[in-house]
């Protein structure tokens, strides 16, 4: 399913704790064209409350995308990931790993995991928020996503 053949905004979960980050993805996600829904897990507690829709995100929409960290608080990515892709009701949902490290480990370890794509955050402003544009032409535009 693609943003044509829905007709929705879709729903994109973005699990960062660095406000700066956070920022910046929202102002690249505001330029875009696509309509879509940001919504922010600051850690991975929170980040698997919301998929889950417990306890204050009771009401929380169904994700079609997750930008997710690797490096947070309280649970980190990697231990979200995992459980994103055991959970029957979360693992069709693409996760997109935006995080600074550059460790062949990381890599490595979260494909194993199945992230559907890795990507290293820029440093630079300018290349943070083209970075972020593109995961929004190619996830929101060009990638069909399944139906919930």
């Not at 993805?25 to 980040?47: C, P, S, Y």
């Not at 829709?53 to 979200?80: C, Q, T, W, Y």
């Not at 550059?102 to 194993?112: F, S």
Request: aromatic share 6%.
């Amino acid at each position: 399913m693609s943003i044509e053949t829905i007709g929705r905004p879709i729903e994109i979960l973005l699990v960062e704790d660095n406000p700066g980050d956070v920022r910046l993805t929202q102002e690249a996600f505001k330029e875009g064209k696509v309509r879509n829904k940001l919504h922010v897990a600051w850690d991975g507690i929170e980040a698997m409350a919301f998929l889950r829709r417990e306890d204050k995100f009771a009401d929380a929409p169904h994700s079609d995308l997750i930008l997710l960290d690797l490096n947070l608080p309280k649970k980190d990515g990697r231990e979200v990931l995992a459980e994103i892709k055991q959970d029957p009701k979360l693992k069709r949902i693409p996760v997109v790993i935006l995080t600074t490290s550059k460790a062949e480990e990381d890599i490595l370890k979260t494909y194993d995991l199945h992230a559907n794509c890795y990507i290293t955050k820029p440093v630079d402003l300018e290349q943070f928020i083209k970075v972020v544009k593109c995961i929004e032409e190619f996830w929101l535009t060009v990638v069909k996503l399944p139906a919930k």
